[in-house]
Nanobody
Framework: QVHVMESGGGLVQAGGSLRLSCTASGLILDVYAMAWFRQAPGKEREGVSCISWSGTTTDYADSVKGRFTISRNNAENTLYLQMNSLKPEDTAMYYC???????????????????WGQGTQVTVSS
């Protein structure tokens, strides 16, 4: 049974930083492209960042470029999202997801991702 788990969310002031982590049981992540998505109340789920299976290719939403960094440690079966210079508009539930193709396709459609975690809440106060 596959279980994907995010951690690291919390409450932080604007300008602060958080580091999210994602790991999985029953699933070896090193052949999967991985991505972070987020969903704010009343809004659709949106892609934040994606990383290929090898970690050599990364992509970011324009809203987080220069502030967020996605990375992975395949030896530890873990995905990360370092979030700096956080803004109130970054407040959302953050989800990690796995794509069995191993690569991030254009715009990272949600349908490409087979496995999802339950999410971790990030709240940025002004």
């Amino acid at each position: 049974q596959v279980h994907v788990m995010e951690s690291g969310g919390g409450l932080v002031q604007a300008g602060g930083s958080l580091r999210l982590s994602c790991t999985a049981s029953g699933l070896i992540l090193d052949v999967y492209a991985m991505a972070w998505f987020r969903q704010a109340p009343g809004k659709e789920r949106e892609g934040v960042s994606c990383i290929s299976w090898s970690g050599t290719t990364t992509d970011y939403a324009d809203s987080v470029k220069g502030r967020f960094t996605i990375s992975r440690n395949n030896a530890e079966n873990t995905l990360y999202l370092q979030m700096n210079s956080l803004k109130p508009e970054d407040t959302a539930m953050y989800y990690c997801a796995a794509d069995r193709t191993g690569y991030c396709s254009a715009l990272w459609p949600i349908a490409d991702f087979s496995y999802w975690g339950q999410g971790t809440q990030v709240t940025v106060s002004s």
